[in-house]
């Protein structure tokens, strides 16, 4: 071989390593606005491969903002995101979503008069159907409650239910980074336990790199690696589930009382 | 009407006359007094009569129908409704929303046979020429619905101004046959390119709108569309529009009584009526394309993409789907289906002035296309029959006269008649006459799903 075929190679392996050590998502400095309303101010996170990290914070706090903000709607004013390498800031929704982001949005938003089929149909739309059988297989094993409903309307569903299918429907595009926002909205305790369960069996068997935002933040942090806590759209703290879960702050400011209730769960 | 109805028979006297007083009070201005040009002017005449048995058959009607009420929520009440279920909803659509697969072949077999059936029925080919052109006239409305069923029912795009995509289809055909001598068969792909290129360029302004302001701009852009064709005097003719287009060719054999003639190519007697017949025929098979086209499409991913656009616009877009696209395909297609009908419309008159595409025909074709049932292509052609061969009912129905009197007019009271066929509907089928929609792809059994069992998406 010679000396220049071996320079391409160490050139090849340590892009690899950079691309290993860089996050998924970096979001850096990133500010958005609602006409002149600031709902971000200069927002810093990152999210590994295979990471779960949960973004935390009270109603209004900006959470929701950040999730629409990685997609585009709105964008940020200033600072950027950066996928993968490659910086989405200024990409319109749906070409961030081809490149390997899926969400599972506030408020779920199936498709309520389309069939639970139908749905997971449109989740593998960008696939054209190629990998859709083994997708749906895979769906349906996380979530059992599917398939007895494929041929269901997906208005017709409890809201746990809509949950799975929003999840599931996310999953089918395949995606690398899985964002999902308050899954947990307006569940019952036992609904909820469910549906982290699933969480955390898609990141510890697939690997599947998630980012969590939560309001329910006893049991975003237990299940998260990392977390972000989120105030008036600023970052105020950032560490390991554990630590912030142990926090004092955190503890007042969003697990005293909710605390009981979860663990009443 | 939606408090909480006690059904006890005094309540419901006492709202029934409430209602009969309503009545009364409506009745005074409209009803009771009849004006007539006398020797000394106006004169008036009293109708109290009248205006008691319109009072009483108020009455009447609204303590049947509360009584047919209490029945119905008593029954209810024994039952759970399907949409409080926490377990696996079936949806099954009641009788009355589904149309048997017999019915629907009743329904194109009727379409395909009428000329013989009403030459057969009236004696000739000749004096079946009324119900021939009134089936060319119900097809046409067929075809027009159907293809603003894309826009609405389908991408779920509240479209006031659809009328703007058949004149330009029209006056595509009237202009390019009439100044360059080009034939129906050649215009009509034209036409249909036209019309499509039109409805991008009401496309791209309205992107970022939705609901009731989409429906405002694209009123506003049916009107301008007419009122261009008024003003634009040196291309369009004005008002005045445009006569002697040319006619329609049995793929350039005209129908004409000499020797090239339709009728002596094929060794017949030569029969006005041949034209008109072709005319049913071509109708006939576009409104079928329309059709074929728009069930194709559902199966495909771009009309699974509208579908998803009319549920939820921006879960369509964080799946990757290019709204963009997907609004512009849905202008483009009804839109070149209503070029395909303006420029029939057009060969088969002969004449066509801003007149023909007033907003009327939008409200109208709208109106077909909601009473049907959005997505509902069966619903949509019923309507149609409905909608426009309703009115046309009202002309033989000449008993009437012998009820309220000798000069009266049934179809003086179409309008009215149109008003509380829409106001009835709105009250017992609010999604339209058929309100299910087959999912378009299903394991094992084809299941349809009724509409009543899930709220509207919100777009």
């Known amino acids: 071989m010679s000396v220049a075929g071996i320079n391409v190679l160490v050139e090849e392996t340590r892009a690899r390593?950079?691309?290993a050590t860089a996050p998924l998502l970096a979001i850096r400095d990133v500010s958005t606005y609602y006409g002149s309303v600031a709902a971000l101010r200069g927002v810093d996170l990152e999210v590994g491969e295979g990471e779960i990290v949960t973004l935390i914070g009270a109603n209004g706090a900006g959470k929701s903002t950040l999730m629409m903000t990685i997609f585009g709607a709105p964008q940020a004013r200033t600072g950027s995101v950066v996928y993968a390498g490659q910086d989405i800031t200024r990409l319109p929704t749906h070409a961030i979503a081809r490149l390997g982001l899926a969400q599972s949005p506030e408020g779920r938003r199936v498709f309520p008069r389309m069939s639970v089929f139908e749905n997971l149909q449109m989740g593998a739309s960008l696939h054209g159907g190629r990998h859709f059988a083994g997708d749906l297989e895979r769906v349906c094993a996380l979530f059992p409650r599917l398939k007895e409903r494929l041929q269901q309307r997906a208005g017709t569903m409890s809201g746990g239910e809509q949950q799975m299918l929003a999840i599931g429907r996310a999953l089918m595009s395949r995606p690398r980074l899985l964002l999902l926002d308050e899954p947990s909205l307006g569940l019952a305790p036992l609904v909820v336990k469910g549906i982290f369960d699933a969480i955390r069996d898609l990141n510890r068997q697939d690997g599947m790199t998630i980012f969590l935002v939560e309001q329910n933040a006893y049991h975003a942090l237990k299940l998260a690696h990392r977390g972000y806590v989120l105030v008036n759209g600023r970052v105020t703290m950032s560490g390991t589930?554990?630590?912030l879960l142990d926090d004092p702050a955190v503890k007042s400011a969003y697990l005293?009382?909710?605390?009981?209730?979860?663990?009443?769960? | 009407m939606a408090d909480a109805r006690t059904s006890s028979l005094p309540d419901i006297l006492r709202d029934a006359g409430l209602y009969a007083l309503v009545a009364f009070g409506l009745c005074i201005p409209i009803v009771a007094y009849r004006t007539n040009a006398g020797p000394t002017g106006l004169e008036l005449t009293p109708r109290w009569p009248l205006v008691a048995a319109f009072c009483a058959a108020i009455f009447v009607l609204r303590v049947v129908q509360r009584l047919i009420l209490a029945r119905r929520d008593a029954r209810r009440a024994l039952t759970p409704s399907p949409a409080?279920?926490?377990?696996?909803?079936?949806?099954e659509p009641d009788a009355g929303q589904r149309v048997s697969t017999f019915g629907l072949y009743a329904f194109l077999g009727i379409a395909l046979t009428l000329p013989v059936i009403a030459s057969l029925a009236s004696g000739g080919l000749g004096p079946a020429r009324y119900w021939i052109d009134l089936g060319i006239l119900i097809l046409t409305y067929v075809m027009l619905g159907w293809g603003l069923n894309i826009v609405v029912g389908l991408a779920g795009l509240l479209d006031l101004g659809y009328v703007a995509f058949y004149a330009v289809g029209a006056y595509c055909y009237a202009l390019l046959s009439t100044t360059f001598g080009l034939s129906f068969w050649v215009c009509l792909p034209l036409a249909g390119l036209f019309a499509a290129a039109w409805g991008m360029v009401l496309g791209f302004p309205v992107l970022r709108l939705r609901g009731d302001y989409l429906a405002i701009v694209t009123l506003a852009f049916g009107e301008i569309i007419r009122l261009v064709l008024i003003n634009w005097t040196d291309l369009t003719g004005g008002a005045a529009g445009i006569s002697s287009i040319p006619r329609a060719s049995?793929?350039?054999?005209?129908?004409?009584?000499d020797e090239d003639g339709f009728a002596a190519r094929f060794g017949l007697e030569f029969d006005s009526m041949h034209r008109v017949v072709f005319l049913y025929y071509l109708i006939l098979g576009l409104a079928l394309l329309t059709n074929f086209a728009t069930l194709r499409l559902r199966r495909m991913p771009i009309g699974r993409a509208w579908e998803a656009l009319r549920e939820d616009e921006i879960a369509c877009r964080s799946l990757g789907i290019d709204t963009t696209t997907t609004k512009l395909t849905a202008f483009a297609l009804g839109a070149a289906f209503a070029g395909f009908a303006g420029s029939f419309f057009s060969v088969r008159q002969g004449f066509i002035s801003p007149e023909s595409f007033t907003f009327l025909e939008s409200a109208i074709i709208l109106a077909i296309v909601v009473l049907g049932g959005m997505g509902s292509q069966v619903g949509v052609a019923i309507a149609a029959v409905a909608m426009v061969g309703g009115p046309e009912l009202l002309r033989n129905l000449g008993f009437l006269s012998a009820v309220f009197g000798e000069g009266f007019d049934p179809n003086e009271y179409r309008l009215l008649l149109f008003g509380l066929a829409m106001v009835a509907m709105m009250v017992w089928r609010p999604?339209?006459?058929?309100?299910v929609r087959v999912p378009s792809v299903s394991l094992g059994e084809r299941r349809a799903i009724s509409g009543a069992h899930v709220s509207e998406g919100h777009g």
């Open chain 1, 17 to 19: 390593q950079a691309a």
């Open chain 1, 241 to 243: 589930g554990r630590q």
């Open chain 1, 256 to 265: 005293e009382g909710g605390h009981g209730v979860a663990a009443g769960a």
């Open chain 2, 84 to 91: 409080q279920a926490t377990e696996a909803v079936q949806g």
């Open chain 2, 250 to 257: 049995f793929f350039g054999i005209p129908f004409s009584a």
């Open chain 2, 431 to 435: 999604r339209g006459l058929i309100s």
